[in-house]
């Protein structure tokens, strides 16, 4: 009796295990296709996702998309690898656009160049923002469709500025004004305890973002970005971009010393938002919390200009994985043009606080009076015409982590500027020898 | 008797006492059969009900130590299509890494600086908790509590903790001795803060563990202690911590191994930052696998780590355990 239980019990676990191995069946008939997709910035953007997912499917009889959660970035590339070296790879996910070379390599993703020929090709392309596309390709072929783009600006606090009698029309032009402005913004107490920053620059997360930035703005012409095979990260100009943020630190001491990091990242916008600090450079991704959070007059700027204007861009772009049969990828690139279209498009970057992909976006009526609300969303549209193109080579992920260390120990004073880019370049210039 | 009280404290030994029961109940019927049929029957059962754990420990545990020993000879990254046999190459490699050397010695940092301070603290908190008081249970509740929160959630809640300027530990500490630090940017304090949360996290849980340890020491012992005379002092150290050493020792294993399990809040607070400070092994292996795609390298990295876990757990049950076993 009580054997015979055990038994049912069995059967009962294993008949679950056989049907929760089986795959899911879409609509009858219908092309299912899956797309990873990741989650990069706060806010209920699951909701907002799914609820496109579900209106493409409406319209759209012939396509089953299905939206498959893979955490953040790094988590999404890392399930995208796994599916592929497992042979079942998504037919489309939205990674992060430096990715290019990785999934390249493995042969994991197809060139788009002849799905946009079809579309209305170069017309069609142009308009969406080419500093967007700069990295999106290699070797003249495109292999990516932007959609959750970023890029870093600078933020201020106008109170502040009035305060320290600057002003508040415009945010500090070049590095020269940044350290000017920044003395002044800088308040010590009776003690010599900073009470109030000048400046923090998350030059480095988990990557080497800001800093990017940084190396374009000091002309440094940094990696290879035809074919992504070489880094030059000990030029003088790259030395000259890292001295400069040593010196923010230690010389003028107007931004708080110690190495950058991830924890750093997350703190910049919070002392903004609390006025410990008067100037900021962090995504636009996180105007809409500044947005809903600042108590004070802010504004929006580009990142000061060193020897030129500059910033990279970010954030992700869909990509159509190879091995997957000629109806999926046709149903893959219906829904990309789908969800670029300006009216979709313009309905996410309000939605997230992304910059707008096309140029038609801006046009929309929704776009239009959100930038009557937030003028300020249209910054970095602007810095767009200025920015260069994100590091995007073999191997990116380690070799940007080799960036960030060097960086890192620059910072906190356990290598000279010279002596910390020198060993990213020599391990950079190693691990990439074998391309 | 003592011994027996000893043997089912902690639960990996309570667990073997299980399986011994069913063999037993089973041996009654089997009387009318010739002995080595029994014998038979009663291997044969065993075997059966061993099978469960077995199948389980074969396709997540054998099956996956073997395939990564075989990857571990391979360089296999995700950008070449064919793994190419390197024999002991990624070994090598490791062996010559700087950042391996430095992610050692941040892994002995974190096991010796949060063991000793996590048990010894276990150990003091049941101490206290142990005697019957009206806020013992809101205390033990109370010193739980941190081992009930996913540690993602907990990593987060002291990311802000640590925050410089307006995060608690600052605030407090400005108060009393002037704040500043960026804790988890100085390259000096970034690993004990990470220690920190890790001992904060599991203190509460292990001493659950000496509190059922605790439960088994006979009253009759402190009893005799009394009518003796021995001071507080002499009853710990002649009955209460000799008698706890089981569950020291089990406690002693879940936390080293622990100390090599912690990654969490690493990848939550500091990514192994600044300049690799806090990067400990599992989290180099995680950014090695899963970040740079090396699964070569990951495997040589992970079969290390396997041997020093092993390392541990024979260290403990094979010499410790022989010396801190006795009858009373």
Redesign the interface.
């Known amino acids: 009796m009580k054997r015979s239980m055990q038994y049912a019990l069995l059967l009962t676990a294993l008949l679950l295990a056989a049907l929760s191995g089986a795959q899911g069946v879409g609509a009858q008939g219908a092309v299912t296709i899956r797309c990873y997709y990741p989650i990069g910035v706060s806010g209920p953007l699951n909701a907002v996702m799914t609820g496109m997912f579900n209106e493409f499917n409406a319209s759209h009889p012939g396509i089953h998309a299905e939206p498959v959660f893979a955490g953040n970035y790094?988590e999404t590339m890392?399930k995208a690898?796994t599916a592929?070296?497992g042979g079942t790879p998504p037919d489309l996910a939205i990674l992060d656009t430096p990715e290019l070379y990785?999934l390249l390599?493995?042969?994991a993703i197809i060139s788009l160049d002849d799905l946009v020929a079809k579309s209305g090709g170069k017309a069609w392309l142009d308009d969406y923002y080419g500093a967007l596309l700069l990295n999106n390709r290699s070797n003249g072929r495109l292999y990516s469709i932007p959609w959750q783009r970023s890029t870093p600006i600078f933020f201020y606090n106008k109170d502040l500025f009035r305060k320290a009698g600057l002003d508040p029309s415009h945010a500090p032009k070049n590095w020269d004004e940044l350290v000017q402005d920044a003395q002044k913004l800088t308040i010590r107490d009776s003690s010599g305890?900073?009470t109030q920053w000048g400046v923090e620059a998350p030059v480095v997360?988990?990557s080497p973002w800001v800093f990017q930035g940084f190396l374009i703005e000091a002309g440094a012409n940094f990696f290879d970005s035809n074919l992504g095979k070489w880094v030059k990260f000990n030029t003088p100009e790259a030395v000259g971009a890292l001295q400069f943020i040593l010196d923010l630190q230690t010389k003028y001491k107007v931004h708080?010393?110690?190495?950058?990091?991830?924890?750093?990242w997350?703190?910049v916008p919070?002392?903004f938002v609390?006025q410990?600090v008067a100037m900021i450079y962090t995504s636009t991704g996180n105007m809409t919390f500044i947005r809903t959070n600042a108590k004070f007059d802010w504004n929006a700027g580009f990142m000061p200009a060193g020897k030129k204007y500059g910033a990279p861009t970010g954030g992700g772009s869909f990509y159509v994985f190879s091995h997957t049969p000629q109806d999926h990828v046709q149903a893959a690139w219906t829904f990309i043009t789908w969800m670029t279209s300006p009216a979709n498009a313009a309905r996410w970057s309000i939605a997230t606080g992304y910059v707008p992909i096309r140029k038609t976006e801006l046009s929309t009526p929704a776009f239009a009076s959100y930038l009557q609300q937030v003028p300020q969303a249209l910054t970095a549209t602007l810095q767009l015409r200025v920015a260069g193109e994100q590091m995007t080579i073999?191997?990116v992920?380690?070799v940007g982590?080799m960036l960030?260390?060097a960086v890192?120990?620059a910072?906190?004073g356990?290598l000279t500027t010279q002596a910390a880019l020198d060993r990213a370049q020599r391990d950079a210039t190693q691990l990439l020898s074998k391309y | 008797m003592a011994r027996r009280a000893l043997r089912a404290g902690p639960p990996i030994f309570s667990f073997v006492a299980q399986t011994e029961v069913p063999t037993l109940a089973a041996a009654a019927p089997a009387a009318a059969t010739s002995a080595s049929a029994r014998r038979r029957r009663r291997m044969a059962q065993g075997y059966l009900f061993l099978l469960p754990s077995l199948a389980l420990l074969a396709t997540f545990t054998y099956y996956p130590i073997l395939t990564t020993a075989e990857l571990s000879l391979y360089r296999a990254t995700?950008?070449v299509?064919s793994h190419a046999f390197v024999g002991t190459g990624n070994y090598l490699t490791i062996a010559a890494d700087p950042i391996f050397h430095q992610v050692l010695r941040n892994s002995a940092e974190f096991l010796a600086g949060t063991v000793p301070v996590t048990v010894a603290l276990a150990l003091v908190l049941a101490l206290m908790l142990n005697r019957p008081h009206l806020l013992v249970t809101p205390f033990r509740t109370a010193f739980f509590y941190p081992a009930l929160l996913p540690l993602i959630g907990a990593a987060a809640i002291w990311?802000f903790v640590?925050?410089?300027?307006?995060g608690l530990m600052d605030v407090y500490l400005k108060r009393i001795v002037?704040g500043?630090v960026?804790w988890?940017?100085?390259?000096t304090w970034a690993l004990p803060a990470v220690m920190l949360v890790s001992v904060w996290k599991n203190a509460g849980y292990y001493m659950l563990f000496y509190l059922a340890g605790l439960q088994t020491i006979s009253t009759e012992l402190y009893e005799a202690a009394r009518i003796e005379g021995a001071s507080a002092w002499q009853v710990f150290r002649s009955i209460t911590f000799p008698l706890l050493g089981p569950t020291t020792l089990f406690v002693l294993v879940i936390a080293s191994i622990n100390a090599f399990q912690s990654v969490d809040q690493i990848w939550i607070?500091?990514?192994g930052?600044?300049?690799?400070t806090t990067n400990v092994l599992l989290f180099y292996i995680y950014?090695t696998a899963?970040?740079?795609?090396?699964f070569g390298k990951a495997a040589a990295l992970t079969i290390f780590l396997l041997a020093v876990l092993m390392g541990i757990a024979a260290l403990s049950f094979g010499v410790l355990e022989r010396r801190i076993h006795y009858e009373v």
């Open positions: 790094v890392a690898m592929v070296l990785s390599d493995r042969d305890q900073v997360d988990t708080p010393t110690g190495p950058s990091s991830a924890a750093f997350g703190q919070q002392d609390q410990k073999h191997d992920d380690q982590t960030v260390t890192q120990a910072q906190s356990r | 995700a950008t299509r990311l640590y925050t410089p300027g307006y002037g500043g960026a988890l940017q100085d390259p607070m500091t990514a930052g600044p300049d690799n950014q899963f970040m740079f795609f090396d």
